[in-house]
């Protein structure tokens, strides 16, 4: 019988509302949670099958996308202002029963919605705790659902499978090695005719055992201040660092700084001492703390990376490598005061030292030609010390009577001269007489303040100036 009951629209969050519910089911067992879509027998009445399931539930999860609330029918008129629409039915149905606990999670950008936008009998939603689901911090925000789940059932969590199998990890690690061997191998090659010695880097922990991030017991070590901007980003990983500490030395003084990594992407990444260097007292210093391990697609991990570094300076320029990108902070090396603060994890999530701010907070409309109207529905900016990433929210409303592509609307950012095309695109099926809205990203320099946003569509085509504060 099933426990968890998930309700959402189709065209809002279809995508989190499939990957929730194998994931729940990871945690929790096959069988306890339904969803429309492959749990009604066929020919089963949509909403009589709803109804049943729901007096089977102890826990009904109200899945909120950024088109959740303003979703609208055919003619026009939001759906939540019907009585027969099937979302307000089944959170109307959950919230009437005092035995089954209702939970909002915000998915894909979405926000709780304000009581007075809500029809009377769903209204008492707008005072639940929500939880928001992140793609950067998803496998613990969903270990903490699963866990308020079962503490209300009375059940409790499976540890789900590890998606990085000790085998996967071994090969990919394994080949890491080989590279490493063949890199050291060429080095002595190239230098052995000059009679320079290649020195290799002091073994890190999974070579003797020893924690490199930990100063020894004596020293004087302090913490260094972390500039205001930073984070670096390299595609879909973006590196922050949360905290230095400084111990200064005779001939050498030893840097560490924590970092927090997320991988946003869907493929394992290497995070190793070969992408972190400092630039100090005329030097180029490698990063020599041994670390060497693999990032997990859409994860994160807290990190501490350890340099050796000519003592007295006290200004240093951090650079962070990952293939043919580069990015840089600045760092002030001098005592910030207080005890040091690298070996305390950082309690932030994958945002909390983001630099982001509202670019178009109201729709604006963007191209209407043939058989689409496209409108710019909201535009965020997240400023990293490399790039400046732009987000858009784009509507696409198909008012024609056959299915169409997404693609057809050609996006492109003018900035600093040149014109960009996105990062990330929609390119997706439109169904006849149906609305979608996707994210298309852009990323430019980050002197760049004034940017304007082209869309064309056949014939048709406009102008948004764009203001990043």
Known sequence: MAVVFISYRREDSAGYAGRLHEELEERLSAGQVFRDVDTLQPGQDFVDGIDERLKECGVCIALLGRGWLGATDEAGHRRLDSDLDYVRLEIATALARPDVLVIPVLVGGGTMPAASSLPENIRSLARRQAITLRDETWESDMDRLAEVIARHTGGHTITPPDKHPPSRRAAVLGVAAVVALVTLGL??????????????????????????????????????????????????????????????????????????VSNEGRDDANLWDQSFRVAVGGQVVPASGGLNTVLGARSIQQQIVRFEIPPG???????????????????????????????????????????????????????????????????????????????????????????????????RLAAGGELLAPVRETSTSIDAHSTLTDDVVFEFPTTEKSVVLRGSMGQASAEIPLTIR
């Open 187 to 260: 080095m002595w090659f190239l230098v052995s005719d000059r009679k320079v010695a290649v020195t290799p880097p002091p073994p890190g922990p999974s070579d003797t055992g020893v924690d490199n991030s930990r100063p020894p017991a004596s020293g004087n070590v302090h913490p260094i201040e972390i500039p205001r901007q930073s984070e670096i980003s390299h595609g879909d990983l973006i590196y922050t660092l949360v905290s230095g500490s400084l111990r200064p030395g005779q001939g050498t003084s030893t840097l560490w700084l924590r970092f927090r």
């Open 313 to 411: 300076d006290r200004h240093a320029i951090l650079r962070i490598n990952y293939g043919d990108r580069t990015g840089e902070l600045p760092l002030d090396l001098s005592d910030a005061g207080g005890p040091p603060k690298h070996e305390e994890p950082d309690p932030g999530d994958a945002l909390s030292r983001a630099d982001m701010s509202a670019v178009v907070r109201e729709p604006v409309p963007l191209v209407m030609a043939g058989w689409a109207r496209a409108t710019l529905t909201r535009a965020t900016a997240r400023r990293f010390a490399n790039i400046t990433r732009l987000f858009l929210d784009v509507r696409i409303e198909n008012t024609s009577g056959y299915p169409q592509f997404s693609g057809d609307l050609v996006l």
